[in-house]
């Protein structure tokens, strides 16, 4: 049978309720001495959420990963909430977390601004577009399938994709990208993203846009 998981919650969170998904994500799988090294870093790391959901579950999955109270201050203390440059839909949280991804698998999650919002991408679709653009050079070792999937791992606990379809044989077959965090893809290739548009006269047309180079939020002084 199929079915849907990573689905994101909508809406905005009360405080209380914010910091309670913060802590179930961030803290799951320490111990009761780590829990209460971070526990006041964490509360100031989730106010910066300001109770919407899906940044808090981007950050609380971001320090799932993190166990010293160094790492958990270099991202509270980090120059990215500073930053002025964000359009009102994009959240620093996205970006943080998209830094923290292996090279190759930003490549592959940036492309996925050419689609259109709300769309369905099928799997089987998206190997073949990375494929094509060279994203997904694996060794002798490694099985193209094993690949994927370990990518779609890595952006699914990132959040970026969301409502993942599975065969019968648990093999995510469709899945979708938030809103914001499309927003958050266009962002981040705004000098080189072509949107795919879709219709039912013209499929497959290229709609260019051209606007703001991420790479200036690393240079900037």
């Not at 201050?73 to 998209?98: G, H």
């Amino acid at each position: 049978m199929m079915g849907t998981t990573y689905k994101h919650m909508i809406g905005e969170l009360s405080p209380q309720h914010a910091q309670m998904l913060f802590h179930q994500i961030a803290f799951r799988e320490k111990s009761r001495e780590k829990e209460e090294e971070l526990k006041d870093i964490g509360e100031i790391i989730a106010d910066k959420c300001k109770g919407l959901p899906l940044a808090l579950k981007t950050l609380g999955n971001l320090m799932r990963l993190k166990n010293s109270k160094e790492e958990w201050e270099a991202v509270l203390n980090n120059e990215v909430w500073k930053l002025d440059v964000f359009e009102t839909a994009i959240s620093p949280t996205l970006l943080l977390s998209y830094y923290e991804l292996p090279p190759s698998i930003k490549r592959c999650f940036s492309y996925c601004a050419v689609f259109p919002k709300d769309t369905v991408i099928k799997v089987d679709n998206l190997i073949k577009l990375w494929m094509a653009q060279s994203y997904l050079n694996s060794d002798a070792s490694k099985e193209m399938e094993i690949l994927v999937r370990e990518y779609l791992n890595y952006l699914a606990a990132g959040s970026f994709f969301q409502d993942f379809e599975k065969d019968d044989e648990d093999h995510v077959i469709k899945c979708k990208m938030h809103d914001v965090v499309h927003d958050f893809a266009q962002f981040l290739t705004k000098n080189e993203c072509f949107i795919m548009e879709k219709d039912n006269e013209n499929e497959g047309r290229i709609d260019e846009r051209i606007g703001f180079p991420f790479s200036y939020l690393f240079t900037r002084r």
